[in-house]
Each structure stands twice: as C-alpha cells, then as structure tokens.
C-alpha cells in the first residue's frame, strides 16, 4: 500500500482545533526563524562593516604615525605594541617592501563571553584594514590591522535575545488571541456536534447562530435539516392519528365505535393490573327519531356529539375514561381502577342536566345504568344487565339513573381497616413477580412483563384484586418500592431483563422517587437491565413528571416506555428528549388485524415513525402466531400476548424463572 494511503474504512483522526493550533504554532515558529534570521543577518552585516572601517581608519592611522615619525625600528615595534595592547585586535603584521613581516602580533586565545554554538551560527568576519607605510628608507612597506571579531558577538547576542525576548512576549499575546478565538470557533463547533448526535438520538432540536459567517452556514443548515424533520414526523404522526380516528371513532359523536369499545371492553376484563375493577355505564338518548324530526339532522348530530364529549369529560374528571358509541342511541362509559358508582353516577347526571337544560326546542329523555365490573366477566353478561336497568331507567323518567347487579364476587376484607392491616402486613412480606414474555422478531426475549402479586389470605392474588384498595389507601408508593427492589433482585439472580409497571401517584411523590433513585444506584448493574413502563396518561396529565422520570433513569441506563398506546400516539412525536425507549401499542389497535387492510397501514405507519424517533414499539393482546407474523411484517419489533407462546422460547433460564 501507497506510503499515507489509508485502507477502505479507515481514517485519521485529526481535531480541527489541533490543527488551528498546529497551523498557528506554524506560524509563529516561521515568524520567529524569519524575523531573527532577518535581524541577525543585518546586524551582523553592519557589525562587520563597522568593524572593516575601524580596521582600515586604525591601520591608516598607525601607518601614518610610522611614516611621519621617522621612528627606528625599536620604536615601530614598541608603537604596535602598545596599539595592539590598547585595542581588541586579533592580528597586527607589518610588512617589508619584499613582504616579509617585519612585526607581527597575534592573539591566538581569543575571548568570547557568548555561546559556543552562537558563534558558530553567526560567524562574523570582519575584513582586515590595510595601509601603505610612506618610508623614505624603505624599510617598510604594508601594514595590516585584523580586529578580534569575539567583541562583535556580544552585542549580537544581547540584541538577538532582546529580539527573541519581544517576540516571545508577542507570541504570548498571539496565543491568547488564538486560544479566544478557537475558543469562538469550538462552542458553536461543539453545539453543532451536539445537535448532530441529537438528531442522531430522534431529538430535533436547533441551536442559536454564532458569529461566524462559516459556521453559522452549516449550524443554519442543521437547524433547518432538525426542523424540516420535526415537521416531517409530525405531519406524519398526524396522519397516522387521523387514520386512527377514522378506524375507531365514531364520525357523529367523536368517541370510540361500537368495534373498537367492544374490543377495549373485552381486553380489559382479560387484564390482570388494577384497570381489570371498575365502572361500566350505559347512557341512552331516547325517541332518537322524533328528536332527528324535530330538530333535524344537523342539530341532531350536534346533540349527540355533545353527549358523547360529555361521557368523555366524566371518564377523564374520574378516571381515564374512555366513551363508545354502541349504536345511534346508546353511549357507553368505561371507567377502569373505580368503582365508585355513585360519584361517577353524580358526573353523569350533572352533565346530562346540563345538556338537557341547553335543548330547548325538544325535551330530552337521557336514561342512565351503571355496574361494576371485575376480572373474568364476560361483556354480554354485563351489558344484558345494564340493559335491563336502563330499560326500567327509561320508563321512570327523563334523567332516572339505575345502577345493575352484577355477578356475586368473592369479597376478601370487609373494611377499610381491614384491608389496610392486610395489605401492609402482605408489603411487609413482600411481592411475588408475575412474568410474561415479551419476543422480538427473532422469537428472542426482550424483557419479561412483571405484574405483581400480593400474598393475601394465604395465597397470591392478582393485582385486580388489590389495586383498588392500593389506590384508595395511597399505597402506591409502598408497592412499586417493594416491587422495583423485587424486581432488581430477580435480575441480579438470574441476569434476565424484567419490566414492571410505575404508578404517577407514585412518580409524583417526592420521597418514592428519592427512595426509587437509592435503590437503582446501589443496582447499577441491575437497573442496565430494567425496563419501566407508564400509563399513557401520562403523556397528557403528568408531562413534567415524565420528563423528570426520564432524566433520572437516563443516569441508570433503564429503558422507560409507556404502555396500552393507542389514543394518545400523537403526543410520543410532539415530544423532545423524553428518553422514551419503547412504546407497547394497545390490543384495541391489534386485534382483527387480519380483517382489515386500514388497521395494517395504521400499524405500518407507527412502527415507521417509532423507528424514525429511535423508538421500538411492541403490540399487546397478540392473539395467535399467524397476527404475531403479520405484525412482524408491517415493521413492529416485539409482541406480547397469549399467542406468542408458540414462538421460539428465548431461553432455558428464562422458562426456568418463569
């Protein structure tokens, strides 16, 4: 290989600044030479023309004496004597009119109070002065005078340590200007990289122009790359938001229909967390056909809209809600982690009245049933009994509210008391870890979900079983420590990465997350391995709290997701530096997948955009391994769910923990 050529793929890291200072370095060594070499040369060149015309004035001079003083040769001999002892001459030599020297003195030891190598580099000679001797008795005929050339040196040698004594000062002045102004051109230099890697992370964010006119060029073309890609992905994001409206909202009301509520209501009675308990209402508008001839069509359509966004702000006051329209009269309210039926009653009359007492051209019949639900209830069973209360409901009156009975179910505790003793004395004891696979495409593990268990009455009960009360006793903080402590010892024991679910009443405490961060510091190993997943709701109610999540476990290395995505998918792009890792798409948006052609470029489009923010995104509620195949193929990298059993198991240690 060509000496200085570099292979395929390799380059030489050379620093910009480096070679700022190398240039400059450069520079002022060039300088430095040049000037002292300059300075020098002409010095010494005028130290040996002086030294010639002092050489030639004083061998004129002695000649002249010579010849003037008709002095005996005892006397010429003791005059160059005394000239040579009086000066600081090298050689004096008096010649005959044949050339013989007739008188010679010489210094053979000069001294020099300079350097040796200083000599050597400035080497000045000084010519010899020459005289003709007037003899009238021809006894002499030349006279030479060489001056010693050592008394030279030194003034050279002060005035070229002066020379380099300002220099080096200038210098210093040079350097400091030099060390501004690469200071001038590296912050916006390091800012430029560090947008570069943002950009790189799915963080568009811009950064301020600097002064210089080069730099702000490439930081104006990063900032309008970082925008032109923020807007990209948010048209894109809304796009996708706007298929998802179309595939599950209603077009009248604005809330879910009647597929996507029935499809929500279905996963939610499968789930094993807190949402499993909770409230299910059905509010009816009766004599639908008299009010649409009444009032006509547009109006009426007004008017439903106005209920189903009613339903909509009692689910989000109480709740996180979510409305359905089940068909052109009949809305439904589901209303996971409560079932305290007569304050969601109370929120649903309300704003029934209100709507009521704001139509004034028909009279308004708005019937209403509630029940509560649980953990294996099946949907038909539920809403047969809320139909039969809303048809007594209906023949009572205009706004008669009912709520159904529902199915006997085991009740644990009778009281508040009893409960609180009971679900302190089962955190003392500490948790049991459910755990659920979660595969990526290669039918490997990407973490285990971790649901907890509580150990009451002597055996482990799910978390629909005691979260309501963990959210009516404010526990919350007390379980998700027991639970991330569990979790992380898990991890150390066996290295398998584990995620489990974080409440926002516990984010927003203050002495949970102090407690939470202690705990991951003395884990750090551990916490590399630990995903964390939020309620959607988040993004919406507690967007601060998130942020401040994010920034704490960023420290950790954890992954943070939010989970059960679906209505608020918009909000993940519209966010910067969250430190969002993964998201899991709620089954509401999974199931049926096959059936519709809309559903698959709807979940075509968000594995696209989480990719583009450096997302993955996971579907829950995977039903079978021919859905985890189709979802595998419009670009999503994990899945979760009953179906994915049949795919390649990750490990032997991860059955064995599970």
Same mark, same amino acid.
């Given at each position: 290989?060509?000496?200085?050529?570099?292979?395929?793929?390799?380059?030489?890291?050379?620093?910009?600044?480096?070679?700022?200072?190398?240039?400059?370095?450069?520079?002022?060594?060039?300088?430095?030479?040049?000037?002292?070499?300059?300075?020098?040369?002409?010095?010494?060149?005028?130290?040996?023309?002086?030294?010639?015309?002092?050489?030639?004035?004083?061998?004129?001079?002695?000649?002249?004496?010579?010849?003037?003083?008709?002095?005996?040769?005892?006397?010429?001999?003791?005059?160059?004597?005394?000239?040579?002892?009086?000066?600081?001459?090298?050689?004096?030599?008096?010649?005959?009119?044949?050339?013989?020297?007739?008188?010679?003195?010489?210094?053979?030891?000069?001294?020099?109070?300079?350097?040796?190598?200083?000599?050597?580099?400035?080497?000045?000679?000084?010519?010899?002065?020459?005289?003709?001797?007037?003899?009238?008795?021809?006894?002499?005929?030349?006279? =030479? /005078?060489?001056?010693?050339?050592?008394? %030279?040196?030194?003034? &050279?040698? $002060?005035?070229? *340590?002066?020379?380099? !004594?300002?220099?080096?000062?200038?210098?210093?002045?040079?350097?400091?200007?030099?060390?501004?102004?690469?200071?001038?051109?590296?912050?916006?230099?390091?800012?430029?990289?560090?947008?570069?890697?943002?950009?790189?992370?799915?963080?568009?964010?811009?950064?301020?122009?600097?002064?210089?006119?080069?730099?702000?060029?490439?930081?104006?073309?990063?900032?309008?790359?970082?925008?032109?890609?923020?807007?990209?992905?948010?048209?894109?994001?809304?796009?996708?938001?706007?298929?998802?409206?179309?595939?599950?909202?209603?077009?009248?009301?604005?809330?879910?229909?009647?597929?996507?509520?029935?499809?929500?209501?279905?996963? =939610? /009675?499968?789930?094993?967390?807190?949402? %499993?308990?909770?409230? &299910?209402? $059905?509010?009816? *508008?009766?004599?639908? !056909?008299?009010?649409?001839?009444?009032?006509?069509?547009?109006?009426?359509?007004?008017?439903?809209?106005?209920?189903?966004?009613?339903?909509?702000?009692?689910?989000?006051?109480?709740?996180?809600?979510?409305?359905?329209?089940?068909?052109?009269?009949?809305?439904?309210?589901?209303?996971?982690?409560?079932?305290?039926?007569?304050?969601?009653?109370?929120?649903?009359?309300?704003?029934?009245?209100?709507?009521?007492?704001?139509?004034?051209?028909?009279?308004?019949?708005?019937?209403?049933?509630?029940?509560?639900?649980?953990?294996?209830?099946?949907?038909?069973?539920?809403?047969?009994?809320?139909?039969?209360?809303?048809?007594?409901?209906?023949?009572?009156?205009?706004?008669?509210?009912?709520?159904?009975?529902?199915?006997?179910?085991?009740?644990?505790?009778?009281?508040?008391?009893?409960?609180?003793?009971?679900?302190?004395?089962?955190?003392?004891?500490?948790?049991?870890?459910?755990?659920?696979?979660?595969?990526?495409?290669?039918?490997?593990?990407?973490?285990?979900?971790?649901?907890?268990?509580?150990?009451?009455?002597?055996?482990?009960?799910?978390?629909?079983?005691?979260?309501?009360?963990?959210?009516?006793?404010?526990?919350?903080?007390?379980?998700?420590?027991?639970?991330?402590?569990?979790?992380?010892?898990?991890?150390?024991?066996?290295?398998?990465?584990?995620?489990?679910?974080?409440?926002?009443?516990?984010?927003?405490?203050?002495?949970?997350?102090?407690?939470?961060?202690?705990?991951?510091?003395?884990?750090?190993?551990?916490?590399?391995?630990?995903?964390?997943?939020?309620?959607?709701?988040?993004?919406?109610?507690?967007?601060?709290?998130?942020?401040?999540?994010?920034?704490?476990?960023?420290?950790?290395?954890?992954?943070?997701?939010?989970?059960?995505?679906?209505?608020?998918?918009?909000?993940?792009?519209?966010?910067?530096?969250?430190?969002?890792?993964?998201?899991?798409?709620?089954?509401?948006?999974?199931?049926?997948?096959?059936?519709?052609?809309?559903?698959?470029?709807?979940?075509?489009?968000?594995?696209?955009?989480?990719?583009?923010?450096?997302?993955?995104?996971?579907?829950?509620?995977?039903?079978?391994?021919?859905?985890?195949?189709?979802?595998?193929?419009?670009?999503?990298?994990?899945?979760?769910?009953?179906?994915?059993?049949?795919?390649?198991?990750?490990?032997?240690?991860?059955?064995?923990?599970?």
């Amino acid at each position: 290989m060509a000496a200085g050529r570099q292979p395929h793929g390799e380059y030489i890291d050379v620093s910009l600044i480096k070679q700022l200072w190398l240039t400059i370095a450069l520079v002022l060594l060039l300088a430095f030479s040049g000037t002292l070499y300059i300075g020098m040369t002409s010095f010494r060149l005028q130290l040996e023309q002086q030294a010639e015309l002092r050489n030639r004035l004083n061998a004129e001079a002695v000649a002249l004496a010579i010849s003037q003083g008709n002095m005996t040769p005892d006397n010429v001999a003791q005059l160059l004597a005394t000239q040579f002892d009086s000066g600081h001459y090298r050689r004096i030599a008096l010649h005959d009119t044949q050339g013989n020297v007739v008188a010679l003195h010489e210094d053979s030891k000069p001294s020099i109070e300079v350097p040796r190598w200083f000599v050597n580099l400035a080497n000045i000679e000084a010519p010899a002065g020459h005289a003709t001797v007037n003899d009238p008795l021809n006894r002499y005929s030349t006279l =030479t /005078l060489e001056s010693q050339p050592g008394i %030279a040196y030194r003034p &050279l040698w $002060l005035a070229t *340590l002066k020379l380099a !004594g300002w220099f080096g000062m200038l210098c210093i002045v040079g350097l400091f200007l030099a060390a501004w102004v690469a200071r001038s051109i590296r912050r916006p230099l390091r800012r430029l990289v560090k947008q570069a890697h943002e950009i790189g992370n799915r963080q568009f964010i811009t950064t301020p122009e600097p002064r210089l006119r080069e730099v702000r060029k490439v930081v104006n073309a990063m900032n309008h790359l970082s925008e032109s890609l923020a807007e990209m992905l948010g048209r894109e994001s809304e796009r996708i938001d706007l298929l998802r409206k179309r595939l599950q909202h209603d077009s009248v009301s604005g809330v879910l229909n009647r597929k996507a509520f029935m499809s929500h209501l279905h996963n =939610t /009675l499968r789930r094993s967390d807190h949402r %499993a308990t909770g409230t &299910l209402a $059905l509010v009816r *508008l009766s004599r639908l !056909g008299k009010i649409n001839a009444s009032l006509g069509q547009a109006e009426t359509d007004r008017l439903l809209h106005e209920l189903g966004q009613s339903l909509v702000q009692v689910g989000t006051l109480v709740g996180e809600g979510v409305a359905g329209r089940l068909n052109g009269s009949d809305f439904a309210l589901l209303i996971p982690s409560s079932s305290d039926t007569k304050l969601i009653g109370e929120e649903i009359i309300q704003r029934l009245t209100t709507l009521e007492q704001a139509q004034q051209e028909a009279t308004l019949t708005l019937p209403s049933a509630l029940i509560t639900y649980a953990q294996g209830d099946q949907p038909s069973a539920l809403l047969a009994s809320l139909d039969g209360a809303l048809a007594n409901a209906e023949n009572s009156g205009h706004l008669v509210q009912l709520v159904a009975k529902g199915a006997q179910r085991l009740t644990l505790f009778n009281s508040h008391a009893e409960w609180r003793q009971a679900l302190s004395q089962a955190l003392d004891g500490g948790v049991y870890l459910g755990r659920y696979p979660v595969l990526d495409t290669q039918g490997q593990l990407l973490h285990l979900e971790c649901p907890a268990r509580l150990r009451l009455k002597g055996e482990w009960r799910p978390a629909d079983i005691f979260m309501p009360w963990i959210s009516r006793l404010g526990f919350e903080p007390l379980l998700d420590l027991a639970v991330a402590r569990e979790t992380l010892r898990e991890i150390n024991r066996h290295g398998m990465p584990l995620g489990i679910n974080l409440s926002p009443a516990s984010l927003r405490e203050g002495r949970f997350m102090l407690d939470f961060r202690n705990l991951l510091q003395g884990n750090r190993e551990a916490a590399r391995q630990l995903w964390i997943e939020v309620p959607e709701a988040m993004l919406t109610h507690d967007l601060e709290t998130l942020h401040s999540l994010g920034r704490e476990l960023q420290l950790f290395g954890c992954r943070l997701g939010v989970e059960h995505v679906g209505r608020e998918f918009r909000r993940i792009t519209d966010l910067e530096g969250l430190g969002l890792s993964y998201i899991k798409i709620d089954a509401t948006l999974v199931e049926g997948l096959h059936e519709s052609l809309d559903q698959q470029t709807l979940l075509r489009g968000i594995a696209t955009l989480c990719h583009s923010i450096g997302m993955i995104a996971i579907a829950e509620g995977v039903a079978s391994l021919k859905e985890a195949e189709m979802i595998f193929k419009l670009g999503i990298k994990g899945v979760t769910g009953p179906g994915i059993r049949q795919l390649n198991r990750p490990s032997s240690q991860a059955r064995s923990i599970e």
